[in-house]
């Protein structure tokens, strides 16, 4: 839909939540996967085809390992079938056990990855400058059953792993970073990847880079490498021995061939992206209520999420309203992350006060929204999805009672 169109659009009772036509014929998503030469990808797969060698580390498997760990300057890369069991086989070769403070302000994997081997996530609350682990909080979390910490680089910006890390040292925890959102990012001029004790990427179809489904833990140990390449493959540590329990948790070369081939084309991606953020960040300027949340452009970003706060008390309209009313015109924009892992079972059941420490995170998730970008997104359409904000706001009441009428 175009500024003019939008124009047309003047009575509230035109919306499509009150049965109007949409304002957007196809829907615009958050996280449409970012797609790289389909003829390349054709190629690579037909070379695996013709190889018969599909799986349990392949040569393209090698090669996308090889890949990620020079482009995040790390020693060591173990591809994976997904991020969350990267994240699970990861926790276990770190040897956490006990309790482990974690943000709640985080996709639910965060947290199962350390329930789903009976560890207990210790939800953290997070800083309103990022929205990632506040770190003057950690402290207090700690007990004598306190094994490590798992930061989250949340929407792409990376935590303060300067003061996490000086309270693990002090310690004696270790850290594991989910970077599932920051593959593509640095933190002070180095790349996401390498620090901590581990980090894990997801290269799931809605990250920045994708292998359709697929994963990754990096590590400059070499011990901890070691581990996790036998835990990723049952253990096996030659034809018939196996030293080690383990899962299945092998990258399939299709994947590899997708990831490096998307790989080879993220400089296009970030572009696009980069380019979307800024049409995002010129148009929604000044809105009274709506906060955008800004990228640290000093350092590489992946500008792989956009995101805006709404504060009700300025705009009128809560956010669970406003997603309603875009998903009805076919902006299907997400609430990443809502509503906060402890809030969700079986953590809301096992820890029904968790949100006591968690005022940050209980404010602020449900006024969270995630708009659409990526390589699918064109400036226009973000022009016309931000004036259409603009118009639910300055309708607001007349919106907000037409809504109750409903
Ligand atoms: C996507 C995501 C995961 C899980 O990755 P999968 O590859 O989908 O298993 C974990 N943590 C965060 C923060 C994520 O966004």
Redesign the pocket.
């Known amino acids: 839909m175009t500024k003019e169109e939008m124009k047309k659009k003047l009575e509230v009772s035109k919306l499509a939540i009150f049965g109007g036509s949409p304002a957007f014929p196809e829907k615009l998503h958050v996280g449409r996967p970012n797609i790289g030469d389909r003829e390349v990808l054709v190629r690579r797969l037909n070379e695996a085809l013709d190889r018969k060698w599909l799986t349990n580390r392949g040569p393209l498997v090698q090669e996308f390992e090889r890949t990620i760990a020079r482009y995040t300057g790390v020693k060591h890369c173990i591809a994976m079938c997904?991020?969350?069991?990267?994240?699970e086989i990861a926790i276990r070769a770190l040897g956490l056990k006990g309790e482990v403070i974690v943000p709640s302000f985080?996709?639910?994997?965060?947290a199962h990855?350390l329930q789903w081997q009976e560890i207990t996530p210790v939800f953290c609350d997070v800083r309103t400058s990022d929205f990632t682990l506040d770190p003057s909080r950690i402290e207090e979390l700690i007990t004598p059953r306190t094994t490590g910490i798992v930061g989250?680089?949340?929407w792409g910006r990376p935590c303060d792993i300067l003061h996490i890390e000086q309270i693990a040292r002090k310690r004696n925890l270790k850290i594991l970073y989910?970077?599932?959102?920051s593959f593509g990012c640095s933190y002070n001029g180095r790349m996401i990847g390498c620090f901590g004790d581990a980090e894990?990427?997801?290269?799931?179809g809605?990250?920045f880079l994708n292998s359709l489904?697929?994963?990754a833990v990096v590590t400059n140990d070499d011990d901890l490498a070691k581990k996790i390449r036998l835990m990723k493959n049952f253990g096996f540590d030659g034809y018939d021995t196996v030293i080690y329990i383990g899962t299945n948790g092998k990258m399939n070369e299709f994947s590899a061939a997708t990831g490096l081939t998307n790989f080879e084309a993220i400089d296009q991606f970030v572009e696009v992206n980069r380019r979307n953020y800024h049409v995002y960040k010129r148009e929604l300027a000044g809105i009274p209520g709506v906060h955008f949340v800004e990228y640290n452009e000093r350092e590489k970003c992946n500008y792989q999420y956009i995101v805006i706060i709404i504060d009700e008390t300025k705009t009128g309209l809560d956010c669970n309203s406003l997603v309603k009313i875009f998903h009805a015109e076919n902006v299907l924009v997400r609430r990443?992350?809502y509503p906060g892992c402890h809030q969700m079972e079986p953590y809301r059941s096992f820890f029904p006060h968790a949100k006591m420490l968690l005022p940050n995170t209980e404010r602020y998730s449900p006024r969270v929204m995630s708009l659409p970008t990526g390589t699918s997104v064109q400036p226009e359409q973000i022009v016309a999805m931000t004036s259409l904000l603009k118009y639910l706001l300055r309708n607001a009441d007349s919106i907000k009672s037409t809504l109750k009428k409903a």
């Open positions: 997904n991020g969350t069991i990267a994240l985080t996709f639910i994997a965060t990855a989250v680089h949340l989910d970077a599932a959102h894990v990427f997801s290269f799931h809605t990250k489904e697929g994963g990443y992350f």
